[in-house]
């Protein structure tokens, strides 16, 4: 059974920076994608970040904000999130994929957390 548990999230002001964490039960190696997700209050979740065997991919709204990283030694996942914005409020969820390339859409993805908020105030 494959757990991601997110933590980290809180109030910021705008501009501000946060880091949050994904702990996998399961060596973090083995995911062929692993990414981070949100969904804002009355929006589709949309993507953040994904990492995957090779390298990483941003999606519009966070680069040149945000810095994907793990830690293999400890399964961790961490989104490195700077100059936060109002509209970066939402729920963030980690997920990962056992196997396959494609790690672009979040439908690819087999488990998720529970997710972590973050409320970003003006």
């Known amino acids: 059974q494959v757990q991601l548990v997110e933590s980290g999230g809180g109030s910021v002001q705008a501009g501000g920076s946060l880091r949050l964490s994904c702990a996998a039960s399961?060596?973090?190696?083995?995911?062929?994608?692993m990414g981070w997700f949100r969904q804002a209050p009355g929006k589709e979740r949309e993507g953040v970040a994904v990492l995957y065997t090779g390298g990483t991919y941003y999606y519009d709204s966070v680069k040149g904000r945000f810095t994907i990283s793990r830690d293999s030694a400890q399964n961790m996942l961490y989104p490195q999130m700077y100059g936060l914005k109002p509209e970066d409020t939402a729920m963030y969820y980690c997920?990962?994929?056992?196997?396959?390339?494609?790690?672009?859409?979040?439908?690819?993805?087999?488990?998720w957390g529970q997710g972590t908020q973050v409320t970003v105030s003006s």
């Open positions: 399961k060596y973090i190696n083995i995911y062929s994608c």
């Open positions: 997920a990962a994929r056992l196997s396959g390339s494609f790690c672009y859409s979040q439908n690819a993805y087999n488990y």
